[in-house]
Structures are given as structure tokens and as C-alpha cells.
């Protein structure tokens, strides 16, 4: 899948990482390494190496900030490129608008909205995630989500062609976007957003982290809710319901603080971590007669 070619050299300027660990690129901190991750510093460097993959018959996967991944132990045989260095982000002169690459991160840009006196991002400030995954995902939390204050989205095809898709016509839906089902590569988004005192947004920010603080186990590694919400109900309180809390499978637990997660405690693989969400899903199933649906990606 990525032997066919040494990146390394193969295109100026680009940072090619051959057998890179995944414990390093997600938030779960588990997985095997990845045979090859490029890191394209800009669209156009991503451009050719997209071209050079399709040239190669080689698909590659899109990389963020892997805040909503797991890799399995094995790792990855093929060519993951990723977003981390392409993370510019600028307020629009004269405008109530930001524009960020698609490797910026959420807490970043709500961080640059708010100093600019920007309202919209404000639920964005606690999602580990980047510009490219949350657009790709509609990320959301607290009522808010990405739909909301996405103008534009820029992107390359699978030839490495750059084009821009509207808002309205990215198709956002939970946790759902057209770039969930096209080969096609982010390179950044347009936030349309609105003025307010710089001091009511940071006030609300800081609401925003005191209760993620108290309900979310955010001392330990997890790739956040792990499950999706399921029509008419909430997947923590089906697992709680169901006795789970506190489940462990080696090193990988629900949490106790908050069922809907799914957490590393220390030392977990992702097999541990997969075991674990197996048990949970069939355990509300027979208990329920609901079935919970991963929220996670999991490659290969």
C-alpha cells in the first residue's frame, strides 16, 4: 500500500516519516506504526503528493489531529497524510470572519475568535480535534457544531486539484459531511462569525471547561464519546444503565466519570480497547435492544 515508493526526497520540501508510531498521532495514545506519514507544510506540497499517490494507485488516508481514531496494533501498511504542519489561522481583515488551514486546532482558533472579539466558536474551545477532522465530522459539543459557522470549505481532490465547497453544500449532518464519503483532502475553512465582547466570550469559555472539567475524565488518554448518540437517547446513559461503568479490559476502562468514554488507564493496547467496546455494545443490546454505533474510526 506505501512500500511502492520511498517518500523520502520524493518531493521537495515534504517531511516524510516512515514507520511512525500511532501512539504518538492519537489521543487514545495506542496503535502500531504507520508505514509511511507525510506532512505537507502547504496545499501545494499536499497537492503533489496527492498526485503522486494516484499516479502510484495508492490511497492515502487523511491524518488530523487523530483526537477520533484508533489503529489497531498492527499498524498501518500504507501512506497517511497528515495535516499537522499546515496550521496558519487569520482574522479576516474587516470582516467577523477567521480563516485557519485544516491543521489548526479547535482550541486555537476559539482562542484567536475570542481575542478578536469573534462569537461562534466558543463550543469548539474544549474539542481536541483540528480545523480539517471537525469540518469532515461536523464536531460539536454543547450545542453547538461546525455547521453552524462554516462559510467555506478548501480542498484538493484525489489528482491534488484545489477547489472550494459552500457551506450549505458540504451536506453536515450528526457527525457527517460529504468528506466523509469523497477522496478528498481539506486544506482549510472559512468561519463566519459574530462581534461580541471579548469578555462575554471568554466568560463563556471558561463555563464551557469548568463543566467539561467535572464530567469528562480529562486525565486520561480517549478519543472523547465513543459511541454515537443513538435516536431518542444518550449512549453514557445506556451503558451506565446497563452496570458498565468502571468495565476493563486490560488497560482500556469505561470511565467512571463518564460512561460515554471510553479511556487508555494506563498501558492499554487498542485490542484492549476494541475488546472493551465489543462488551459494551453487546451488553446494551441485550439489555436495551439498542444498538451503538462507534464514533470512533477505526483503521485498517
Known sequence: MGGEIDWRGAIPGLAAL??????????????????????????????????????????????????????????YDGVMLSTAAMDQMTVLPGEPALYAQSGALLPRLANLAAEAGLSGLEFASGIPGSVGGAARMNAGAYGGEMSQVVERVD???????????AGADC?????????????????GALFR??????AEIRAEMAELTRRRREKQPLDYPSAGSTFKRPQGHFAAALIESCGLKGLTVGGAQV??????????????????????????RDAVWEQTGVRLEPEVEIIP
Open 255 to 280: 470511565s467512571e466519570k463518564h460512561s460515554g468514554f471510553l479511556i487508555n488507564r494506563g498501558g492499554a493496547t487498542c485490542a484492549d480497547v476494541l475488546a472493551l467496546m465489543e462488551r459494551v
Open 193 to 198: 462569525l459574530k462581534p461580541r465582547d471579548p
Open 18 to 75: 516512515p514507520d511512525e508510531p500511532m501512539s504518538r498521532r492519537t489521543t487514545f495514545r495506542v496503535g502500531g506504526p504507520a508505514r509511511w506519514i507525510l506532512q505537507p507544510a502547504d496545499a501545494q506540497q499536499a497537492g503533489a503528493a496527492l498526485r503522486l499517490c494516484q499516479e502510484a494507485g495508492i490511497a492515502p488516508f487523511f491524518l488530523g489531529n487523530g483526537s477520533n481514531l484508533l489503529v489497531r496494533d498492527e499498524g
Open 155 to 165: 480542498y484538493l481532490d484525489e489528482a491534488g486539484r484545489p477547489h472550494a465547497l
Open 171 to 187: 451536506g453536515f449532518a450528526y457527525r457527517h459531511s460529504v468528506f466523509c464519503q469523497e477522496p478528498w483532502f481539506i486544506t
